[in-house]
């Protein structure tokens, strides 16, 4: 079973910048998609972003655009989120995924982390 572990959250101020962290434990992260999702109290989850297993495809949710930078070092078998120009809407518990490929529907993902807390406000 593979076991992925997020770190990196914290209280900003907005337009303050977090890099989150996704590491893999015990198995390595070559094989698999990471995708990045977020949920807020009282919300559905939602996609943020996702990157291929070779880091040569990206994509990102529409709200993130031009803010967040996903990327990976398989050598460290880390994912990261850099997360720049934070609004108060980007408030929520964030979670790294494993797939075989980058998809949608949260449903193929089967492994997931246990979540970190990401806080913006003045």
């Known amino acids: 079973q593979l076991q992925l572990v997020e770190s990196g959250g914290g209280s900003v101020q907005p337009g303050g910048s977090l890099r989150l962290s996704c590491a893999a434990s015990g198995f390595t992260l070559d094989y698999y998609a990471i995708g990045w999702f977020r949920q807020a109290p009282g919300k559905e989850r939602e996609g943020v972003s996702c990157i291929t297993n070779s880091g040569g495809s990206t994509n990102y949710a529409d709200s993130v655009k031009g803010r967040f930078t996903i990327s990976r070092d398989n050598a460290k078998n880390t994912v990261y989120l850099q997360m720049n120009s934070l609004e108060p809407e980007d408030t929520a518990v964030y979670y790294c995924?494993?797939?075989?490929?980058?998809?949608?529907?949260?449903?193929?993902?089967?492994?997931w982390g246990q979540g970190t807390q990401v806080t913006v406000s003045s």
């Open positions: 995924a494993a797939a075989w490929g980058c998809t949608s529907r949260s449903g193929n993902y089967g492994y």
